[in-house]
T-cell receptor, first 112, second 116 residues
């Protein structure tokens, strides 16, 4: 699975959009991008995933660059409850025999 | 409500003692996983199981053991052979189809083990 690089921490003002970048320059054509978040002392929570098209759901939007070497998770109106560690994960589809690998992620602090 | 239940939430043990962490799910998921998380670090895979009576080692299986006698249960035993067992342990589950396609895992609330 391709390696990902995320900034260790970011701040965002409450009510503003939080844009969390992820670099995955070695991604291959059959690898998906997944985002999870982990609120302090809880289990991670799935947010969104995508292959090459931009995706949106009720939690967030995922923007993947045309060359697929990087992506951005967007929380359109961050709230204090969005303060968490956000993990960007790249994984090959159909590898049902392996679980996801979580790196260190980005610690997002939403400021009032 | 459907979900994953881990117990106990907090556990203390003395060095040299084995301890078993419970993980139960009522989501009818085929696959179950155990991760370990150290402070400020990501999650590392200990063991996983895709079907009853079958499981595979993850990246850091040494000093741990598991069983999968029932679909809904996947207990983890931290043995005395584990050199540094103090950590936050997370159990997760998923359908096999979800793992292959969406990659979505459902996590429990975790068990925090401290060795005194």
């Amino acid at each position: 699975d391709a390696k990902t690089t995320q900034p260790p921490s970011m701040d965002c003002a409450e009510g503003r959009a939080a844009n969390l970048p992820c670099n995955h320059s070695t991604i291959s054509g059959n690898e998906y991008v997944y985002w999870y978040r982990q609120i302090h002392s809880q289990g991670p929570q799935y947010i969104i995933h995508g292959l090459k098209n931009n995706e949106t759901n009720e939690m967030a939007s995922l923007i993947i660059t045309e060359d697929r070497k990087s992506s951005t998770l967007i929380l359109p109106h961050a709230t204090l409850r969005d303060t968490a560690v956000y993990y960007c994960i790249v994984r090959v589809r159909d590898t049902g025999r392996r679980a996801l690998t979580f790196g260190s992620g980005t610690r997002l602090q939403v400021q009032p | 409500d459907g979900g994953i239940t881990q117990s106990p939430k907090y556990l203390f043990r003395k060095e040299g003692q084995n301890v078993t962490l419970s993980c139960e799910q009522n989501l009818n998921h085929d696959a179950m996983y155990w991760y370990r998380q150290d402070p400020g670090q990501g999650l590392r895979l200990i063991y996983y199981s895709q079907i009853v009576n079958d499981f595979q080692k993850g990246d850091i299986a040494e000093g741990y053991s598991v069983s999968r006698e029932k679909k809904e249960s996947f207990p983890l035993t931290v043995t005395s052979a584990q050199k540094n067992p103090t950590a936050f342990y997370l159990c997760a589950s998923s359908t096999v189809v979800a793992v292959r396609n969406t990659g979505e895992l459902f996590f429990g609330e975790g068990s925090r083990l401290t060795v005194l």
